[in-house]
């Protein structure tokens, strides 16, 4: 498998999360192997039909559209870098097409399921530390709608909590100011000086915000953990991102703006929050309307 250069290929990729670049990882040496497989020493010998014959064992396989989608653009990446490093001549990936992801919205969340959250949390007991930091999460999460890697990430250098802003970063190495929210601003100081010491241990990395009950940074586990014990029905810790973008729009916040705090490069991928938005508009109609 050498001949491929995946370790020296993955190198390469600058700007791109250690999350991110542990799915390049896979997905190609996947494709790698499979390739391998089928004759292919190399990426010199791999043209577009056997890449098409990749894709359609990954259809036999069950993989999801989106899944496929997001492997052939790993195969882009791969393909062009090896061109570019002239260990191919022709990218066999140029007129390589995908099956079309499906166009599911965002989740939102309803104001009853954040009720629950914040306020009401289902399983929540009688530890108080814990519950302390499960809502400095909650409340972070939805209130600034971060990323669960960027809240996972945060470091106390990275909080003010008396201009309410918080510094993150976000994907690509990328840093922003977003702002903190009262509710949130309270929920983290009552945990970062009453509770956040009871977590501490000799393993504890100094600076970390948030901490699991081993003492170690929070992981996107463990938050899938809280919000598992607080709510009633599965929720992502995604989903609360995407209710704080539907939400802004819903008050009437601009697509720049929402853009900006979400982090988003591009604001295409933000604009999908305005037919989530348009969506609730219309449920509420259809449900409040006499002539609906």
Not at 167 to 178: I, P, Y
Request: glycine share 8%; net charge positive.
């Amino acid at each position: 498998m050498d001949n491929w250069g995946l370790g020296a290929w993955l190198e390469s990729l600058s700007g791109v999360a250690d999350s991110t670049r542990a799915v390049y990882a896979r997905d190609a040496a996947a494709a790698a192997g499979w390739l391998h497989e089928a004759g292919h020493a190399g990426p010199a010998s791999v043209d577009r039909r056997a890449l098409r014959r990749y894709l359609a064992y990954l259809g036999t396989r069950r993989y999801a559209a989106r899944t496929i989608t997001r492997k052939v653009s790993v195969l882009r990446r791969y393909f062009d870098w090896a061109r570019r490093t002239g260990r191919i001549e022709v990218d066999p990936t140029l007129g390589l097409t995908a099956p079309r992801g499906g166009s599911r919205l965002p989740q939102v969340l309803k104001d009853d399921q954040i009720h629950t959250l914040i306020e009401k949390p289902a399983r929540a007991g009688d530890d108080d530390a814990r519950d302390s930091r499960d809502l400095a999460i909650v409340e972070l999460l939805y209130g600034s709608g971060l990323r669960v890697s960027e809240l996972c990430g945060l470091r106390h250098e990275d909080l003010d909590l008396s201009r309410l802003e918080v510094r993150v970063w976000g994907k690509g190495a990328k840093q922003r100011l977003v702002p903190l929210s009262e509710p949130a601003a309270g929920a983290l100081q009552a945990w970062l000086k009453n509770h956040r010491h009871s977590f501490v241990t000799s393993d504890t990395p100094a600076g970390s915000v948030f901490l699991n009950q081993r003492g170690r940074a929070m992981t996107p586990r463990d938050v899938r953990r809280v919000l598992d014990r607080r709510s009633v029905v599965p929720t992502h810790p995604h989903a609360l991102r995407h209710t704080f973008a539907t939400h802004l729009l819903d008050g009437g916040a601009d697509l720049r703006s929402v853009q900006e705090l979400l982090g988003h490069a591009d604001i295409a991928t933000t604009q999908i929050y305005t037919h989530v938005s348009r969506e609730r508009l219309r449920e509420v109609h259809r449900t409040t309307h006499p002539r609906a």
